[in-house]
């Protein structure tokens, strides 16, 4: 009989497959967030991944169709609410004034938060409408 976390593991790898086959690295430790997000030069995408229902199921399309953007962040993050906590609570640390939200896109420009898009924003969006928040923001400080 497969463990609960053998399942879990087995049902949520293809969600984070589909943010690193985009080529988003995968943050999993609060010490691999500290590592990416300290004297961060550029900008930076962070996708706070999730499998709650229609909103996630949603978000990582709408995320990797945005990156067909002409302009587009420098570094593409993603961390895995529910699975890779202490990753998750230390990368919303940089989210400030934002409470915690998943799926969630977190736009860094060196090391601070310039756009937020939360999953109220997501939840009964299309996939245009979700990049068009990503991409208005990359056009405003991807440049």
Not at 36 to 58: H, Q, R
Not at 101 to 129: C, T, W, Y
Not at 131 to 141: E, G, M, P, R, V
Request: proline share 5%.
């Amino acid at each position: 009989m497969m463990s609960y976390e053998a399942y879990m593991n087995q049902v949520i790898q293809p969600m984070r497959d589909e943010l690193t086959r985009h080529g988003f690295n995968e943050l999993r430790t609060p010490e691999e967030v500290e590592q990416a997000f300290s004297d961060m030069k550029g900008t930076a995408l962070v996708v706070v991944n999730s499998v709650c229902g229609c909103a996630a199921g949603l978000a990582r399309p709408g995320v990797a169709h945005s990156l067909n953007n002409e302009a587009k962040p420098d570094h593409l993050y993603t961390v895995f609410a529910g699975q890779d906590k202490e990753a998750t609570a230390k990368a919303r640390e940089f989210f400030t004034g934002y409470p915690p939200s998943s799926p969630s896109f977190a736009l860094l420009k060196d090391g601070e938060l310039v756009a937020m898009v939360e999953r109220h924003q997501i939840e009964n969006n299309s996939l245009e409408g979700i990049s068009h928040l990503l991409t208005t923001a990359f056009d405003k400080y991807c440049k």
